[in-house]
Every structure is written in structure tokens, then in C-alpha cells.
């Protein structure tokens, strides 16, 4: 079991930048890949970016890919989404999810996922 809390959200104008973090509980965060997912009003929740649990490697969706820069620190217990040059398209609630005993940033459907936190609401001005 690992518990995840997500954190950084808030309002930001076009063109600016934010820092999401998620914070995991125990002493096993570096055994999980972890990825960022996000739900826009009114739609389905999407893959956002993974990464694997050595940090190694990773991976982002084609609509954020250059703008987003996924990372984590496992000493800390803790992954970040950092999000530059956000869009009005971005404002979504963001989620952090953790998979169990993979290294590996290739997994992207949100039910292969085994925890999650309870996200954190990021809203973007046009």
C-alpha cells in the first residue's frame, strides 16, 4: 500500500508555469513507476506523462510533450510535474497514480494504475 498526495495546483495565466508535486507515504516509493494524469471538465481523464522508478526514463503525451518535464526524487518520496508554457486546454484536474514493481515509463492507460491520489485542481486563464 502506498498513499499519494498531490499538491501545486491553482490558477495561472496563458503562458505561465506551475509546479505540481506528490507527496508518497513508505519506504518503498523508488519500487513504483509513477505518472501524471488529468481530467478537463467534462471529459474523460487522460494520460499526462510517466516516469520510471529509477527516473531513467520517461514518457508524455504528444499534447503536452515539450512543455512538461516529469521527475522525481526518491530520497524525498516525491514526483513532480513541472508545466511551462501552460494553455487554456490544460485546465484539468491533475492526478498523481503510482504502478507497482515496474521500471519502466511506457504505461499509459489509467487502469493499469494501482494507486492513486486525490488530485489537484490546475486551471489556466485564456
Known amino acids: 500500500q502506498v498513499q499519494l498526495v498531490e499538491s501545486g495546483g491553482g490558477l495561472v495565466q496563458a503562458g505561465g508555469s506551475l509546479r505540481l508535486s506528490c507527496a508518497a507515504s513508505g519506504r518503498t516509493f523508488s519500487n513504483y513507476a509513477m505518472g501524471w494524469f488529468r481530467q478537463p471538465p467534462g471529459k474523460e481523464r487522460e494520460f499526462v506523462a510517466a516516469i520510471s522508478w529509477s527516473g531513467g526514463s520517461n514518457n508524455y503525451a504528444d499534447s503536452v510533450k515539450g512543455r512538461f518535464t516529469i521527475s522525481r526524487e526518491n530520497a524525498k518520496n516525491t514526483m513532480y510535474l513541472q508545466m511551462n508554457s501552460l494553455k487554456a486546454e490544460d485546465t484539468a484536474v491533475y492526478y498523481c497514480?503510482?504502478?507497482?514493481?515496474?521500471?519502466?515509463?511506457?504505461?499509459?492507460?489509467?487502469?493499469?494504475?494501482?494507486?492513486w491520489g486525490q488530485g489537484t485542481q490546475v486551471t489556466v486563464s485564456s
Open positions: 497514480a503510482a504502478i507497482k514493481a515496474v521500471d519502466e515509463a511506457t504505461v499509459v492507460s489509467q487502469y493499469d494504475y494501482d494507486y
